[in-house]
């Protein structure tokens, strides 16, 4: 199954997870650029679309999609790509690297909000999808500490443990998938 990774990252730690999936996975990665490049634009959902891809769509069969959730929302670069590629997408995976915990998921913040949204978008085309939440690379005691979880990133150092081990479960399950396909 031809796989592209598509990622967009405000603080890196959605670019260092994308880059890791699309290296295990021996496949094309492409930043998705939104107009204007506004943090705060984005945050209050203003967008005018994104900057052309390089890779054409239609080439691939499954397009990983790898971005942040702010504001308990799809934020607005993301939604704009699947909605403006719904036709020329075949299958979707959405991966995330979020605030959210495991426990929270479901609340206002809660990335499972998020993933309706995708699915809702996609049906059967959205396939998968995973978190991996920061506060997995934080000790116990920091986990709910907002300040420190908002400046924690990921990085070769910490991407250890937990997070190391739901990752090569999800990188096992995108190459069975790869290999059925
Ligand atoms: C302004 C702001 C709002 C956020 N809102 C949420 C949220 O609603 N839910 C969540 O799970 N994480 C939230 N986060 C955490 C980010 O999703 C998390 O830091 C993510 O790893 C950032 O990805 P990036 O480093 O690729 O930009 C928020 C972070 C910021 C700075």
Redesign the pocket.
């Known amino acids: 199954m031809k796989t592209i990774v598509l990622?967009?990252?405000?603080?890196?730690?959605?670019?260092?997870?994308a880059e890791k999936i699309a290296k295990d996975l021996d496949c094309p990665i492409e930043e998705i650029i939104p107009r204007p490049n506004s943090?705060l634009l984005m945050?209050m959902g203003i967008n005018f679309g994104n900057k052309a891809l390089k890779a054409k769509l239609e080439d691939y069969e499954r397009v990983i999609l790898?971005?942040?959730?702010?504001?308990?929302?799809f934020i607005i670069p993301l939604k704009n790509f699947v909605q403006s590629n719904l036709d020329k997408i075949k299958t979707l995976v959405f991966v995330?690297?979020?605030?959210?915990?495991f426990e929270?998921k479901d609340e206002?913040?809660?990335?499972n909000l998020?993933f309706n949204e995708v699915r809702n978008i996609l049906g059967q085309k959205c396939v998968h999808c995973e978190?991996?939440?920061?506060t997995l690379v934080l000790p116990d005691e920091l986990k709910n500490d907002g300040k420190t979880?908002?400046k924690?990133?990921?990085t070769d150092e910490n991407f250890k443990g937990e997070i190391q081990v739901i990752y090569d479960d999800f990188i096992e399950k995108m190459k069975v998938e790869l290999a059925i396909n």
């Open positions: 990622f967009f990252s405000h603080n890196g730690s959605n670019k260092y997870l943090h945050l790898c971005g942040p959730i702010f504001m308990g929302k995330t690297c979020c605030g959210s915990t929270k206002k913040f809660g990335y998020v978190a991996f939440p920061i979880f908002m924690t990133h990921l």
